[in-house]
């Protein structure tokens, strides 16, 4: 069992930034791909950004590439979400998920923290 908890949410004018933490329990955290996901309003939810067991490989969806920094600490377990350039658009709750170890299936889910972006 894995609990994913999130922190670091909050208010902020459109153009700055943010940095959100996942820390996780669990003795497997190293062993599993970790993923970062947001639902806005009336929206499904959508992938952001992911990062394999050993940080090596990141993955970002193309709204947030070149804007969000996915990064993770294996001996904090936790892993993080820096948000620079923020757009009014990237408001939503964010989640943190946790993959099956060595595989891309997510099975663990965080409860979210709600970021909210002013124009």
């Known amino acids: 069992q894995v609990q994913l908890v999130e922190s670091g949410g909050g208010l902020v004018e459109a153009g700055g930034s943010l940095r959100l933490s996942c820390a996780a329990s669990?003795?497997?955290?190293?062993?599993?791909?970790m993923g970062w996901f947001r639902q806005a309003p009336g929206k499904e939810r959508e992938f952001v950004a992911g990062i394999s067991w050993g940080g090596g490989m990141t993955y970002y969806a193309d709204s947030v590439k070149g804007r969000f920094t996915i990064s993770r600490d294996n001996a904090k377990n936790t892993v993080y979400l820096q948000m620079s350039r923020l757009k009014p658009e990237d408001t939503a709750v964010y989640y943190c998920?946790?993959?099956?170890?060595?595989?891309?299936?997510?099975?663990?889910w965080g409860q979210g923290t709600q970021v909210t972006v002013s124009s």
């Open positions: 669990g003795r497997t955290f190293s062993s599993r791909t």
């Open positions: 998920a946790a993959a099956k170890p060595m595989s891309s299936d997510y099975e663990y």
